[in-house]
């Protein structure tokens, strides 16, 4: 039996997030559906995450196992040869039997990507969230430093979150200005259920001054989730750098 | 009465091409139906060109007469709060009444991206034709250039056609490279049913050795639409600039 991980791209706005689910086409089935077509039976393929939908990734990585030793260069080219044009597998190498795409990932970056423009463009529409309005990016700035270090994020997450722990270390957050767009990057060793778009949402906030800058300390102790801002809109968000 | 003028861009991957019709959403039914739900009417929306189904236009140009004097940046943000995210209407100005966006633009620019990576990018697939094999790209440039003059260009166009007058003048035609992309740029008083698309098609073969680059000259004589290479796909080309 041999391993495979292999990295991957795609377009989120058209499947219900990665994981199978009744109610929609997924990024998983899409690709065990490949698999099918390629192989002749679909291996069960383990992500390093859960996005939700419409979320992209210019990287993510999924695991899989194989009976046969197919060349790395085989597997991405038969499978970019079937799957839809919005998922293309970029990369691929055989990894020890005990390795999980999921549990060994170290480190994980979200960008999240806001259009500052009055309007939007048709072309890039996809892939972020148009907003205008006045915006205190230093404040922005601010609040993005107060989530770094090892804190209780559970009121930065949603109710219907799987998990038990809560606590999660953020080693960077911070925003950059980039022509157009204005884009927070935040890299952790893990996430909860919507909590890179719930910190957006708070930071968006506080750049309109309708949330105080030093709100996040208040977060972590109350794990009030109505405290922080609104959940920001699946399509700004894309996982951007997944670290083994 | 008056007559507006509003300058549009559009992702085509979704529509039909421009013009109403029988068998599926145009981005001019989009139109006029957003105009039906903002003015409670639909007046007739001309276009500058009827661009085939999957084709951009990052400027397109059409006309319409209302009985109210609007101001441009209420068209402007009345029309984009209807229309889908898809179809943007950027510039809007009153124009006299014998204004026609169609028959007073003098010059008009397409744009044809390939994209030259082994493994498209999902992010931009929708906007390009991937071809990674070998081009001669000198060749190509020298084909575009044998374009440049007025010519008869039946041989270059599809048998479906409307018009009867096939003569066009081409001002420029080139390649160049940016970054992963080669981009055809063509710029002329008018183009034929499927010309630029069979136009690149002819330069795609050119590059690659197939067809010789001289090829122009016996398609402009014999008009000899078989001796053309094939209409590259709808997904690559862009109405870039049209100039009145």
Redesign the interface.
């Known amino acids: 039996m041999h391993r495979y991980l292999i990295k991957i ?3 989120g706005t058209d499947y219900h997030g990665w994981q199978v689910q009744p109610n929609g086409i997924t990024v998983q089935e899409q690709l065990q559906n490949s698999m099918k077509a390629l192989y002749g039976f679909s291996p069960d393929v383990t992500g390093c995450s859960r996005t939700d939908a419409g979320v ?1 990734a ?1 990287c993510f990585f999924c695991h899989f196992d194989l009976e046969g030793l197919i060349p790395n260069e085989g597997v ?1 080219k038969g499978l ?1 040869s079937v799957l839809p ?6 990369e691929c190498k055989e990894v020890d039997a005990d390795f999980h795409s999921r549990y060994c990932a170290k480190k994980k970056t979200y960008l999240y990507r806001i259009d500052r423009r009055n ?5 890039s ?3 972020s969230y148009r907003y205008d309005g006045k915006l205190n990016v230093g404040d922005m700035n601010y609040f993005c430093s107060t989530l770094c270090g090892e804190h209780d994020f559970e009121g930065f997450s949603s109710a219907n979150r799987s998990v038990q722990d809560t606590v999660r270390t953020v080693y960077d957050c911070h925003i950059s200005e980039n022509g157009n767009y204005l884009e927070l990057f935040i890299t952790g060793n893990g996430f909860l259920y919507n909590m890179v778009r719930i910190v957006t949402g708070t930071a968006l906030e506080v750049g309109k001054g309708k949330i105080d800058k030093n709100i996040a300390e208040k977060i972590f102790i109350t794990k009030d989730r109505s405290i922080a801002g609104a959940t920001a809109p699946a399509k700004g968000l894309f996982l951007k750098l997944v670290e083994y």
């Open positions: 791209a795609f377009d992209h210019e991405i970019n044009d919005d998922i293309r597998v970029l309007i939007s463009d048709p072309f529409c996809r892939f």
